[in-house]
């Protein structure tokens, strides 16, 4: 199982970033495919995940009605939209799936 992770980076409050996950290794139509997050000192938290098949998505409290999250199966990959960021967004985002996390990518919001 192997992520590719990228779109993140620096960005003032309110700005956006989408972060991208393309997969290999795995039939990843068949899964449902997540996104982390883990801010420095704090547990690693699920921030939104999207089922297999309906594409049925799940947010954390904190993201709801800012972040989308979506799949494109014929791609393998997974997307991350992220509006109106905030400070507290700040952390190193992860794609999972099947079991496996991928290496990361640092999203820091600025003021």
């Keep these: 199982v192997q992520f590719v992770e990228s779109g993140g980076g620096l960005v003032q409050t309110g700005g956006s970033l989408r972060l991208s996950c393309a997969t290999s290794g795995f039939t990843f139509r068949e899964y449902a495919i997540s996104w982390l997050r883990q801010a420095p000192g704090k547990a690693r938290e699920l921030v939104a995940s999207i089922s297999s098949t309906s594409g049925t998505t799940n ?23 992220m509006n109106s960021l905030k400070l507290e967004d700040t952390a190193v985002y992860y794609c999972y799936a099947a079991g496996s996390y991928g290496a990361g990518t640092q999203v820091t919001v600025s003021s």
Excluded: M
């Excluded at 800012?66 to 939209?81: H, M, W």
């Design 59 to 81: 947010y954390a409290d904190s993201v709801k009605g800012r972040f989308t999250i979506s799949r494109d199966d014929a791609k393998n990959t997974v997307y991350l939209q």
